[in-house]
């Protein structure tokens, strides 16, 4: 009897721990990535139906542009975003030295990167050497950004 009850036991553990979902690192950092290129083109677009799709909607979330006070909530980032759409055109990003890295649990990854900011405002060409760190969450079976921070480097 007790070797059955011990038995039975480990068989449970063995149950539960291979119906336990495993990360897939790897995976996970090709669709955190998929969500910070969506984000890119979006901005290049001007597509605010694609920005929406990768943003979380909170109304307490903090994000930091490269200048100004902290942008709070959703509703904020999103003017903000409307308005720089009209201030400017032919934005183009590129990306350099992106890490990606996801929590061992698979529900929050962050980013760093580079880019180099380049667009036009009025006449003028504006070209920006920006960093950018990212916090993304799992939402059901995709990433969502919940964080940005972004700055102008010393050379900018």
Known sequence: MHRSFILLLILGLLLITSCQSKVNPEA??????????????SIETEN????AKVMAHDSDMVNYGTSGAPIIGWDALKKIIEDQNSALSQTKISVTDLAIHVSDNGKF???TCLWNFKATIGEKILELPVRCTWILEKSGNGWLIVHFHKSVTAAG
């Open 109 to 111: 990854a962050w980013a």
């Open 28 to 41: 996970e950092k090709e669709q955190v990535k998929a969500v910070l290129d969506n984000y890119i083109t």
């Open 48 to 51: 605010m139906e694609l920005y």
